[in-house]
């Protein structure tokens, strides 16, 4: 499949004055960094993830406990991209208490972030991690999903090149912010849906393919 901007959303077109956190279906596309291959590989057709992809794929299906009103739909983990349709419902709001690993004490203020820092030693890397703590609905906006979930992953990817030598990144891991479509109606979530599954087999055509 060809590149296709309502597909893949590769601009931002976040809604002025739209509430991400109110209910409803989202079409998110996030990116590695400059379009390594860090996940996994397309053989056959087939999505083939190595370990730092299962580590995502593993990250991914714990939104849902992290965010008891979240539930996740399709999804699919690319060599160097993720798709996935995540649905806000209503529900208990009172989520957001440790989103990301805590890795030294920190002083936690309601209604506010705290960034957390540790030096790693034997990677060299200092890790950063934000922790939200307000038990509010803003909490389950989707800037905060996609944030918690990127902060985890991050670290727990760098814990991999450390222990498992996993291919190292420069500076950050994720491609900065990440793309969005809410998905007002029946066609449009089917149509996503069709796209998530056939991306392996469209990776050749894919924008974001990269060998």
Not at 1 to 29: E, F
Not at 153 to 179: K, S
Request: hydrophobic fraction near 35%; proline fraction near 3%; charged fraction near 25%.
């Amino acid at each position: 499949m060809k590149y296709n901007p309502i597909v893949h959303n590769r601009r931002s077109v976040r809604l002025k004055g739209y509430d991400y956190s109110q209910t409803g279906l989202y079409y998110i596309t996030i990116c590695i960094k400059d379009r390594l291959c860090l996940l996994g590989r397309i053989e056959n057709e087939k999505n083939v993830l190595n370990d730092a992809g299962v580590m995502v794929e593993n990250e991914w299906l714990k939104i849902s406990q992290r965010f008891p009103n979240v539930r996740l739909h399709s999804y699919v983990i690319m060599p160097n991209h993720f798709h996935a349709i995540l649905e806000i419902s209503d529900g208990v709001a009172n989520v957001g208490a440790t989103l990301v690993v805590a890795l030294d004490e920190s002083i936690k203020t309601p209604g506010k972030e705290t960034t957390k820092v540790a030096h790693d030693e034997k990677s060299g890397f200092v890790l950063r991690a934000t922790t939200r703590v307000a038990p509010t609905r803003k909490n389950t906006g989707i800037g905060n999903i996609i944030g918690a979930f990127k902060s985890i992953v991050t670290i727990e990817y760098i814990r991999g090149i450390d222990r498992y030598g996993w291919e190292p990144f420069n500076g950050q891991l994720w491609q900065r912010n990440y793309y969005e479509t809410i998905l007002r109606d029946n066609e449009s979530y089917a149509r996503i849906s069709e796209y998530i599954k056939d991306n392996p087999a469209k990776w050749d055509d894919d924008e974001l393919f990269h060998k």
